[in-house]
């Protein structure tokens, strides 16, 4: 018996099968790790065999520990420990000796930099100094405690500046996740974020469809192998790739466009929150739009498709969640849809004033803060790359002149056609909305087995 990359794994009995794939499996793959607080270090490899010898020693966790910690932290609230993940470039698997293998994974082989679609105005000239340089390794740390994890990572970098180091490193970026007054996740904009996930793990399928609102108009349920592939670097274990985009968010910008845009539609008093809600698809407090015109989706829901709105006339083609997840409601159809979906593992950084009593966020920056972007996939160029040029950013998906997805579109002016009453198409209004993300940096990484790993 081995694993089946064509359904879910079932989670609910693990034999040594099961116990012998997780344990050769990197976490937060499966599902997120959680944790509140996380450190990339982006690295180089500046001597090949103290690189190798420091990954071999190096205590990735796994995800049949995820799993145990999950457990537990459900049982007694014990929080998980330090989280320790790995992933190599294509450069920096050729500098290990080791990149022949994944000559054939076009958009990985190249990086992100050379990936011009995906790149705001088609070059990195957006991109911070440092994620400008091209990084060999890089190094996720994640702990719920802020303190722990400065201490861990300060040594890290300590040992790195050293002569004889294996590494030098060219950037540590911080990661905290912010949650609202229901203890849900947000984003820089307010709104809640991770929802919506593809769910790869009976378990989390059983709880998504007893307890989580259902799974009869939207079936998360995805196959193993929309995330994992059979490691190329050898051996019985699963890889994945990893996308990583550092999206700064101008947030004074974006709330100013959600004003402008309520004022165009001439919305009154909280109907307001509609025109926001028409640029994500779903309300701050994390209500999908298409199911109704005001907030109140506590538990949020997921359990949702567009049959019902087919004229957009209540979610435009256009808001966030539909551009990139039409559930059925793209010419691809339903099963398309699907399988372009990745796994989201993304977190917020930068610091923001939070209301300590109903947890508003109450300062509007325009820079330093956004969305470290991250998403695991088996195939690159059918997820994330297709997903941000086909998708996000072409003006004429699903259909001619809907214009771009006005949170991460990257191209385009068109006006975005938006709806003053919900439910009617009637005197839409022209207005283009976009431009409040910008991308610092990012790259392709591969996320090894634990087995590849140490075979290197
Ligand atoms: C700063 C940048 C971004 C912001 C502020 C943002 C915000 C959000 C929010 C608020 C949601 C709704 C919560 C949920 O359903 O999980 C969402 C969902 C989603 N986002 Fe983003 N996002 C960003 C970047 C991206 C990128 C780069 C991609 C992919 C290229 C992406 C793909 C998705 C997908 C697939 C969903 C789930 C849609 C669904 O299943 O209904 N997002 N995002």
Redesign the pocket.
């Known amino acids: 018996m081995s694993i089946n990359l064509t359904k879910p794994l079932d989670d609910t009995v693990i034999s040594n099968v099961e116990k012998h794939f997780l344990r050769g499996l990197q976490a937060n793959i499966l599902k997120g790790h959680g944790r509140e607080h996380i450190a990339l270090l982006f690295l180089e490899i500046a001597d090949q065999a103290k690189a190798l010898a420091f990954l071999h020693a190096y205590p990735v966790t796994d995800a049949f520990t995820q799993l145990e910690e999950t457990k537990l932290f459900k049982e007694t609230r014990a929080p998980g420990g330090v989280v320790r993940l790995v992933f190599f470039t294509k450069a920096g698997l050729d500098a290990l000796g080791h990149g022949a293998p994944f000559a054939g994974f076009g958009a990985f082989a190249s990086g992100m930099a050379a990936d011009a679609g995906v790149l705001d105005g088609g070059s990195n000239g957006s991109w911070q100094a440092q994620l400008k340089q091209p990084a060999h390794v890089l190094l996720l740390i994640a702990y719920h405690d802020e303190a722990t994890l400065a201490r861990m990572v300060g040594k890290l970098v300590e040992d790195f500046a050293a002569d004889d180091a294996p590494f030098k490193t060219l950037l540590v970026q911080e990661g905290r996740a912010y949650k609202n007054s229901d203890g849900e996740g947000i984003?820089?904009?307010g709104?809640?974020?991770?929802?919506?996930?593809p769910l790869m793990m009976k378990s989390d399928i059983e709880r998504e469809a007893n307890g989580g609102g259902g799974i009869g108009q939207h079936d998360p349920t995805a196959p193993l192998g929309q995330f994992i592939l059979a490691d190329p670097l050898g051996g019985d274990g699963f890889g994945s790739f990893l996308v990583f985009?550092k999206?700064e968010?101008d947030v004074a910008g974006f709330k100013a466009a959600e004003r402008h845009l309520a004022a165009t539609l001439s919305l009154a008093g909280d109907d307001r929150e509609r025109a926001g809600a028409q640029i994500?698809?779903?309300f701050e407090d994390?209500t999908p739009l298409t199911l109704g015109n005001a907030e109140g989706g506590v538990p949020v829901r997921?359990d949702f498709n567009y049959g019902a709105d087919a004229n957009a006339s209540r979610c435009p083609f256009q808001g966030?969640?539909r551009k990139?997840?039409p559930?059925g409601s793209s010419p691809g159809g339903l099963a398309f849809d699907n399988t372009v979906?990745?796994a989201?593992r993304?977190i917020t950084y930068g610091h923001r004033l939070q209301d300590p009593d109903t947890k508003e966020l109450i300062d509007q920056p325009n820079d330093g803060v956004?969305?470290l972007?991250m998403?695991y996939q088996a195939s690159i160029e059918n997820q994330?790359h297709f997903?941000?040029t086909q998708w996000?950013n072409n003006e004429g998906f699903p259909s001619a002149g809907v214009g771009i997805d006005p949170?991460?579109g990257q191209v385009g002016t068109l006006g975005q056609r938006w709806f003053p009453t919900f439910g009617s198409t009637a005197s839409p209004q022209s207005e283009h909305v976009g431009g409040f993300?910008k991308l610092k940096g990012g790259d392709y990484f591969f996320a090894p087995s634990i087995s590849g790993l140490r075979s290197l």
């Open positions: 984003e820089h904009f709104y809640v974020d991770g929802r919506s996930q985009r999206l968010q994500v698809g779903r994390g997921n966030h969640i990139t997840h559930r979906q990745m989201r993304g956004g969305l972007f998403s994330f997903m941000q996000a949170v991460i993300v």
